[in-house]
């Protein structure tokens, strides 16, 4: 084991994925991180900008897998050139997003590694003992504490939690490239189709009203949309069910098959709290749950619970908004 946390980034369409820097900020929690190296690794074909990018955006050196025979990821050989990388250097810690791709290949790395894999990391906190990593379980009704004992523990990192701090007076880190000739064995990946979808701002949005099945019908979206407009820079979002129903687009599905979101305030309105959806939005700094089951799951994480039909309060909501506004 050397002394050393490693980032592996991540990217696509030539764009460095934002959850990079987050992994970055995550890192530089971990209480090594104070007298240890931070290390960023990236892959694929045409790396060289982005390696540059990170660098000189991080400051952190960056050591870049230039492997031709992957224009697009490829998690066998993902896997083939971490590991063969990896089993060398020894970090304590390997660092890797919560997403589609980090799931997929963050198990098998660690069993190359003879390593431990905890999955979905939501914080970091210090012990006596040691550092623990904070992860919900059991529907998210309960946050397990988990110390990891493993000499190499791969950790993938729930986006959305961790803030980026990148500061521009820094000096750039030092970016290696490193030509891999490899091809893969056992499956080649074709390309990838994106879908286009209406983002609507939903990430970039500092108030988020999101709707779930809860709302009752599809008309009920205008009283969303009202409650939405006395907010600036705000964005209507929804669980996966109101997509699914066709009420609003993908593009703007908040949870674990949609969109992380960290605004300053998320208004739930009609949720009930699956983990799935729960998960996409845990990051907001302040939530407000209005659903008329007072047994809902989504006041577990609420910091403000209202129990009402949502057809009732919202309209009283607004108007006293406009009141008070007008008063001013």
Partial sequence: ?????????????????????????????????????????????????LAHKIADESGLDVMGFEVPGMPVYNGELYNKVLADHLVEVRPLYVCIAHTSQGSDFAPALAIELNGACISGIEDVLSFEEGVCLARPVYGGKVTAHIRPLAATSILTIQPGFFKSDNQSDQESGSVTIRKVP???????????????????????????????????????????????????????????????????????????TGATVSPQLYIACGISGAIQHVTGMRGAEFIVAINKDPAAAIFQVADICVVEDLTTFIPILIETYQKTKDSR
Wanted: hydrophobic share 50%; net charge neutral.
């Fill in 182 to 256: 490899i091809e893969p064995r056992r499956w080649r990946s074709m390309g990838i189709k994106q879908i286009a979808m209406d983002t609507a701002g939903v990430k970039e949005a500092d108030v988020v009203v999101a709707a779930g099945q809860g709302i009752g019908d599809r008309d009920n979206l205008d009283l969303i949309n009202q409650l939405a407009s006395i907010f600036a820079k705000s964005a209507v979002a929804g669980s996966r069910i109101v997509c699914d129903l066709g009420w609003l687009a993908y593009g703007r599905q908040v949870g674990v």
């Fill in 1 to 49: 084991m050397t002394n050393k946390i490693v980032v592996i980034a991540e990217h696509a369409d030539s764009q460095v994925n934002p959850v990079t820097y987050e992994l970055i900020a995550f890192a530089k929690k971990l209480p090594q991180a104070a007298s240890w190296a931070i290390q960023v690794l990236i892959l694929g074909a045409e790396i060289q900008n």
